[in-house]
């Protein structure tokens, strides 16, 4: 499998807990899965995840705008986990096999964007070994400070720190104390993707710019460093090794290798309509 990431990305993978690749994916792709989120929030696929402080009560003028899980409502991201590039990133990062485990969309509206609180993903699944653990996530739109893009710790994957309920959304946990002098604001163009383990302690900022920011992520495990928690409800899907199918086993037809004609018919569709 290509890749873009060179060997000073994996140390710095390795020693840091996260690594950045600036172009990984081109303006094309971009502007395909950009389309895919205009249709997400058409449909009324999106839901805010944001509360007023009590973990149940959806707040109405904060929005935290989740999709997820993507592989059931877009045949655009159920092919994307075996886009070239992305599996042999993964690969070079946590080796085979490969599991993946999830994909989502957060989106952040223009003034009123929402942030997520720092956690470790780990945290959510408790497996041994976090560095057998990637979540790759791309900015569908410049990611910046300003706009609150992903924040990290460097070196916080040496170890799980405690969680709890975070009242500030429906659903998600939080560390409730974090060195955030130590943290790294990760500025990416559209395109770009940070690469982290499931360790390393990372958040989102609120977006109070005019314009709307996206993060997509994808998370990826190692498939020989794994225990019943792992599973859950989700669907689980073997991307290398004895057990990968190309997503026959689990979709019911061969998806590896769809994702350029995915990506075209995508583009097509979005254009006949005027979008």
């Known amino acids: 499998m290509p890749s873009l990431l060179e060997s000073a990305a994996i140390a710095h993978f390795a020693e840091h807990g ?11 792709e971009i502007h395909g899965m950009r389309r895919e989120l205009e249709r997400f929030q058409a449909e009324g696929l999106v839901r805010n995840v944001a509360t007023t402080g009590d973990g149940a009560t959806h707040a109405v003028d904060s929005f935290n705008l989740q999709i997820c899980p993507l592989s059931n409502c877009s045949t655009l991201f159920r092919s994307l986990k075996w ?20 994909d989502q969309i957060f989106l952040k509206p223009a003034f009123h964007g929402a942030g997520t609180n720092w956690h470790q993903d780990n945290a959510y699944w408790n497996q041994p070994n976090p560095e057998r653990g990637v979540g790759m996530w791309v ?10 893009t992903m924040h990290v710790i460097p070196r ?19 560390v409730r104390e974090v060195p955030e002098e130590r943290a790294v604001p990760i500025e990416l163009p559209a395109g770009g993707v940070l690469f982290f383990n499931w360790g390393t302690l990372h958040c989102t900022k609120a977006n109070r710019t005019a314009q709307a920011r996206a993060g997509l992520a994808l998370h990826f495990r190692n498939g ?3 225990n019943d928690d792992f599973y859950g ?4 899907v073997p991307l290398t090794g004895p057990q990968a199918s190309g997503g026959v086993t689990e979709y019911g037809q061969l998806v590896q290798g769809t994702w350029p004609q995915e990506l075209e018919r995508i583009l097509a569709e979005r254009s006949a309509v005027g979008v």
Do not use: K, M
Not at 18 to 28: G, K, M
Not at 83 to 102: K, M, W
């Open 83 to 102: 886009h070239e590039r992305v599996l042999g990133s993964v690969q070079q990062l946590v080796g085979d096999p490969v599991i993946f485990r999830l």
């Open 18 to 28: 996260y690594c950045t690749v600036a172009d990984f994916f081109t303006p094309r």
């Open 224 to 226: 020989d460093y794994i």
């Open 156 to 174: 916080s994957h040496v170890r799980l720190e405690p969680h709890v309920r975070d009242l500030g959304s429906d659903h998600h946990i939080h």
């Open 233 to 236: 409800d989700a669907t689980i």
């Open 139 to 148: 900015a569908l739109h410049d990611a910046t400070r300003a706009n609150g």
